[in-house]
């Protein structure tokens, strides 16, 4: 089932600056570079099951280490 996910003017920037930065790095190490939106599902993928919420419902998210 595929859903729609509107973003911010605030969140589209956060994402782009965080897409350059990334693929840099895998273009130094000669990985595929990955477009916004596939990058964004990653980053869900990947951060969803870190998602925490505190006694008074801030949320945050658990850090993992990278192996």
Not at 12 to 26: F, P, T
Not at 30 to 49: A, F, V
Not at 57 to 65: L, Q
């Amino acid at each position: 089932m595929n859903y729609q996910l509107r973003l911010t003017k605030t969140e589209m920037d956060a994402l782009r600056k965080k897409s350059v930065e990334i693929n840099n790095v895998r273009m130094k190490n000669g990985l595929r570079l990955l477009d916004d939106p596939k990058l964004l599902h990653k980053i869900l993928e990947k951060s969803i099951p870190y998602a925490k919420a505190t006694a008074d419902g801030e949320i945050w998210i658990e850090a993992e280490i990278p192996a």
